[in-house]
């Protein structure tokens, strides 16, 4: 494993807490990897807790406390979103993009 991330998930929204990489960008191959699966699955947000520069770069949006509260209270309901989820590892390779490096940049 080069990089990854974990986090926590109620209902529709993944509350990352901590992105590691023992070789560079691998935890930016993680975090879009993770954006793709739960995109597919209707999450609504990744929560990224702590407003960075490098996630700004990857996207991250800071969002007014009053929207991310609606946000929460619609999206944090239980849901059976994991009867199929991998029981492993996601390989890079397995993850279809139309161009992954350009999304990363």
């Given at each position: 494993?080069?990089?990854?991330?974990?986090?926590?998930?109620?209902?529709?929204?993944?509350?990352?807490?901590?992105?590691?990489?023992?070789?560079?960008?691998?935890?930016?191959?993680?975090?879009?990897?993770?954006?793709?699966?739960?995109?597919?699955?209707?999450?609504?947000?990744?929560?990224?807790?702590?407003?960075?520069?490098?996630?700004?770069?990857?996207?991250?949006?800071?969002?007014?406390?009053?929207?991310?509260?609606?946000?929460?209270?619609?999206?944090?309901?239980?849901?059976?979103?994991?009867?199929?989820?991998?029981?492993?590892?996601l390989r890079a390779s397995a993850i279809e993009t139309i161009d992954a490096d350009a999304a990363l940049q």
């Amino acid at each position: 494993m080069i990089g990854g991330l974990y986090g926590v998930v109620i209902g529709r929204v993944m509350f990352a807490e901590s992105m590691f990489s023992r070789q560079s960008n691998a935890s930016k191959y993680a975090l879009y990897a993770l954006s793709q699966v739960l995109k597919v699955r209707e999450f609504e947000l990744i929560d990224c807790q702590v407003m960075s520069e490098h996630l700004t770069s990857l996207g991250a949006e800071l969002l007014p406390r009053p929207q991310f509260a609606r946000i929460l209270g619609a999206a944090c309901v239980p849901a059976d979103r994991f009867d199929d989820w991998p029981a492993g590892p996601l390989r890079a390779s397995a993850i279809e993009t139309i161009d992954a490096d350009a999304a990363l940049q």
